[in-house]
């Protein structure tokens, strides 16, 4: 099946930067979502985004569903410690099933 | 709050085994899936539910089926288990598919 391809792979960062990765498919999403998975639990979603062009934020999370919907962008703000987890894209076409990335797992030096 | 919740964290099984994984969500969803986490793979569609009795393959069926004889609960299957099917399994309900909330998963070893 489809996969999408997420980068970076994984991330180490100094507690205070601020983060950026994306995902990009070969084929065209609807809707285009973004999940953080903490150690030891399933994934929840932060941000879901609708329109090409979106720019969507929730706290120190922003996300942008790419212009041409082939794409989607994360940044995350003046990192914490809470942040680390794996962070997954998934996309949407119609009422179909969610098409996820390999995930980008984040980890931060205090 | 949502809650979804599967039977196990850990499970450990011999290959040949028929391995059950059993998910339960309490908020009346219509939709319910498995997947599989592997590293650098991401999270892949096993099988998906979009009422009882109903179910339709995702992207990874072979080696597994799955039944859903009541609202509220989801089972996968693992006929046969084999090495190649150690992995993290997560369950999810939704009542919009994009909007998924998913269980803490259980981590299967095929020994």
């Known amino acids: 099946g489809q996969q999408l391809n997420q980068s970076p792979q994984s991330m180490f960062i100094q507690e205070g930067e601020d983060v950026s990765m994306n995902c990009t498919s070969s084929?065209?999403?609807?809707?285009w979502l973004w999940y953080k998975q903490d150690p030891g639990e399933g994934p929840v979603l932060l941000i879901a985004?609708?329109?090409?062009?979106e720019l969507t934020s929730n706290g120190r999370l922003t996300a942008q569903f790419g212009i041409t919907r082939k794409d989607s962008f994360l940044n995350i703000s003046a990192s914490i410690p809470s942040d680390v987890g794996i962070y997954f894209c998934?996309?949407?076409?119609?009422?179909?099933?969610?098409?996820f990335g390999q995930g980008t797992r984040l980890t931060i030096n205090p | 709050d949502v809650k979804v919740t599967q039977s196990s964290r850990y499970l450990v099984k011999r290959t040949g085994e028929k391995v059950f994984l059993e998910c339960v969500q309490d908020?009346?969803?219509?939709?319910m899936f498995w997947y599989r986490q592997d590293p650098g793979l991401g999270l892949r569609l096993i099988y998906f539910?979009?009422?009882?009795?109903?179910?339709e393959k995702g992207d990874i069926p072979e080696g597994y089926s799955v039944s859903r004889e009541k609202k509220e609960r989801f089972s996968l299957i693992l006929e046969s288990a084999s090495t190649n099917q150690t992995s993290m399994y997560l369950c999810?309900?939704?009542?919009?598919?994009?909007?998924?909330?998913f269980g803490p998963g259980t981590r299967l070893t095929v020994t």
């Open positions: 999810a309900s939704s009542r919009v598919v994009h909007e998924q909330y």
């Open positions: 998934a996309g949407q076409r119609g009422a179909q099933k969610l098409v």
């Open positions: 908020m009346d969803h219509e939709n």
């Open positions: 985004l609708y329109k090409a062009g």
């Open positions: 539910s979009y009422d009882v009795k109903m179910k």
């Open positions: 084929s065209i999403f609807n809707t």
